[in-house]
T-cell receptor, first 109, second 110 residues
Framework: GQQVMQIPQYQHVQEGEDFTTYCNSS?????IQWYKQRPGGHPVFLIQ?????EVKKQKRLTFQFGEAKKNSSLHITATQTTDVGTYFC?????????FGGGTRLMVKP | NAGVTQTPKFRVLKTGQSMTLLCAQD?????MYWYRQDPGMGLRLIHY???????AKGEVPDGYNVSRLKKQNFLLGLESAAPSQTSVYFC?????????FGPGTRLLVL
């Protein structure tokens, strides 16, 4: 079945440093979504990417969808303590969403 | 507008006991999902429903049953709980390919 891998599993950064998480799918995706889960909370939808090579920005967050529609990345510029949480990608291959294992971001003030 | 709610928030079961987790949404969404979340494994789909009266198996359906008798409710049942079912359970509803999650139910099976 479809597999979605995410790396790294954990990342510690100093506040102000940049952060990137990568997502790779075993199959071509129709779209990819990103979610954020704060500690003790529930996943919250951030964004959806649909087109090959698409790049979207939300303030300090930049999301990319690969040309082959099998990989994606989330980059956070100048992290803040409010960015703490686990970031999940979720790939849609046409039937259901498959979530990656998530990247847990920890930010030292 | 409460969004997606889950009942109970926390439960402790003994091996072999049964229970039902309730998910309710007031957004009139057709699609609903049950996931379990375990450390380092992300969210894994248990069962889902594309509308009232319909259900389908997800990635890890064994040991669980579901029902969607009313559009707004999606029930997840454990007939005979096992320690391997200790997890955090999230329900979600979906519209326009965006999923909205409930706050989760933390289940501990002893």
């Amino acid at each position: 079945g479809q597999q979605v891998m995410q790396i790294p599993q954990y990342q510690h950064v100093q506040e102000g440093e940049d952060f990137t998480t990568y997502c790779n799918s075993s199959t071509t995706l129709s779209n990819i979504q990103w979610y954020k889960q704060r500690p003790g909370g529930h996943p919250v939808f951030l964004i959806q990417l649909v087109k090959s090579g698409e790049v979207k920005k939300q303030k300090r967050l930049t999301f990319q969808f690969g040309e082959a529609k099998k990989n994606s990345s989330l980059h956070i510029t100048a992290t803040q303590t409010t960015d703490v949480g686990t970031y999940f990608c979720a790939g849609d291959a046409g039937n259901m969403l498959t979530f990656g294992g998530g990247t847990r971001l920890m930010v030292k003030p | 507008n409460a969004g997606v709610t889950q009942t109970p928030k926390f439960r402790v079961l003994k091996t072999g006991q049964s229970m039902t987790l309730l998910c309710a949404q007031d957004m009139n969404h057709e699609y609903m999902y049950w996931y379990r979340q375990d450390p380092g494994m992300g969210l894994r789909l248990i069962h889902y429903s594309v509308g009232e009266g319909t259900t389908a198996k997800g990635e890890v359906p064994d040991g669980y049953n579901v029902s969607r008798l009313k559009k707004q409710n999606f029930l997840l049942g454990l007939e005979s709980a096992a320690p391997s079912q200790t997890s955090v359970y999230f329900c979600a509803s979906e519209i326009q390919e965006t999923q909205y999650f409930g706050p989760g139910t933390r289940l501990l099976v002893l």
